[in-house]
Every structure is written in C-alpha cells, then in structure tokens.
C-alpha cells in the first residue's frame, strides 16, 4: 500500500530535549516536505527536499532542521524544543511528472506538545 | 516570498446548495493551485488542482477556476452533501525549481441536512 508514515504519532516532551520526528515514504518520490499546523495559522511549510542530499527552508525553518540522506526517509529535528514548537506536523511527498510536481500525499500527523 | 489568501474562513450552507471557496495569491510566477480537503482529526487530501495552461476544471461535483490576470481562483463544490463538512485549503506553487507550497488559512464548511 502507497503510504507516507510517521512517529510518533503523539509526543510530549520538555523544552531543551532533543527529538526527532521520522517520515517514511514506500512510493519512490523525488519530493518531501514538512509542515506544521496551527489554528487559524493554516498550513506552513518548515522545510523541503526535491531529491536525496537536497533540502532547502520553506516559510518557517527556525528551530529545526532535516536531513535528506535516503530517498524515502525525511527526519524532522528539534535540537532545543519550546513551547512555540507545539503543534500539529505534517510531512508529505510528491512526485515529479515531466517536471512538474505530482500529486503530494500527506502523512497521518504528529502532534507534538512542548512544555 | 508567495502569500495567499482565502475567504471564508467559514461557510455554512444547506444541503444540496452550492458553496464556493476563493483565494488570491501574489506570486505571479506561480502556475500550480490545488485544493485539499481535511476532514477532523484527519491528515489533508487533495480533490482537486489546476495549472496555469488552463482556466477551469471539473471533476464530478468540483470545479476549480483560475483567473491568472487578477491572480486568483476559487472552488466551487455543487449539490453538497453533509459529507462535504471539512476544512479546505487552497495552495499555491511556483512550479519551476519546485519552490515552496504556500496555503491559504483555510475554510471551515459546514453542510446542513
């Protein structure tokens, strides 16, 4: 089954405890991406990767980080949580279909809660 | 950097009227507008997209139109169904060198029996 997963799928945690967020996706995509979501805020890219090896900022790229070191894995790093950090994350990917991207598909979400 | 706009942010309508969401965006180099659809305590799915070579598109009871001169394009949902409840995000994309994707806020809709 086509998929896009990550874990946890709930995490709290306390300011300053590093963590990681997995994604993984089994559909051979070329584009990954994170958001978080917030209330009223929408949906909000943190960062994204068109290819192995290959990441760039999106809209809202401080206090995290990613790497990109295999194609079907995108970890989402907090090296120093806050409070501000709690939210809703989504990583999602893409194809590229003659070089415009495909249809991008959604991870279930980890709802992450700093104290 | 890309900033889109969406109105309402909430709409409530009776079963089987039509509802229509709209969007503007600033980035004149963006050709890729999609829509998706969230249901509560659920992860966001895309019904429909368009690209900038057209200016309508239609799929069942879902359209989208794009008017890329006043840069900005709208859903229109038909006959809806009390299935049609959710949150719906517009989005916005420069296609060339795959920039960033940037929503709108989203629309809370709401379909009465």
């Known amino acids: 089954e086509a998929q896009v997963t990550q874990n946890p799928r709930y995490l709290i945690t306390v300011t300053g405890k590093k963590l990681t967020v997995t994604c993984s996706q089994n559909m051979n995509h070329e584009y990954m991406s994170w958001y978080r979501q917030d209330p009223g805020l929408g949906l909000r890219q943190i960062y994204y990767?068109?290819?192995?090896?290959?990441?760039d900022k999106g809209d809202v790229p401080e206090g995290y980080k990613v790497s990109r070191k295999e194609k079907r894995n995108f970890p989402l790093i907090l090296e120093s949580p806050s409070p501000n950090q709690t939210s809703l994350y989504f990583c999602?990917?893409?194809?590229?279909?003659?070089?415009?991207?495909?249809?991008?598909?959604f991870g279930p979400g980890t709802r992450l809660t700093v104290l | 950097g890309e900033n889109v706009e969406q109105h309402p942010s909430t709409l409530s309508v009776q079963e089987g009227d039509s509802a229509v969401i709209k969007c503007t965006y600033s980035d004149s180099a963006s050709n890729y507008f999609p829509w998706y659809k969230q249901e509560l305590g659920k992860r966001p799915q895309l019904i429909i997209d368009?690209?900038?070579?057209?200016g309508e598109k239609k799929d069942q009871r879902i359209a989208v139109t794009l008017n890329k001169t006043a840069k900005h394009f709208s859903l229109h949902i038909t006959e809806t169904q009390p299935e049609d409840s959710a949150v719906y995000f517009c989005a916005a994309s420069a296609l060339l060198g795959y920039s960033t994707l940037t929503f709108g806020k989203g629309t809370m809709l709401l379909v009465s029996p």
């Open positions: 368009i690209r900038s070579n057209v």
């Open positions: 990767s068109m290819n192995v090896e290959v990441t």
């Open positions: 999602a990917s893409s194809g590229v279909r003659a070089g415009v991207p495909d249809t991008q598909y």
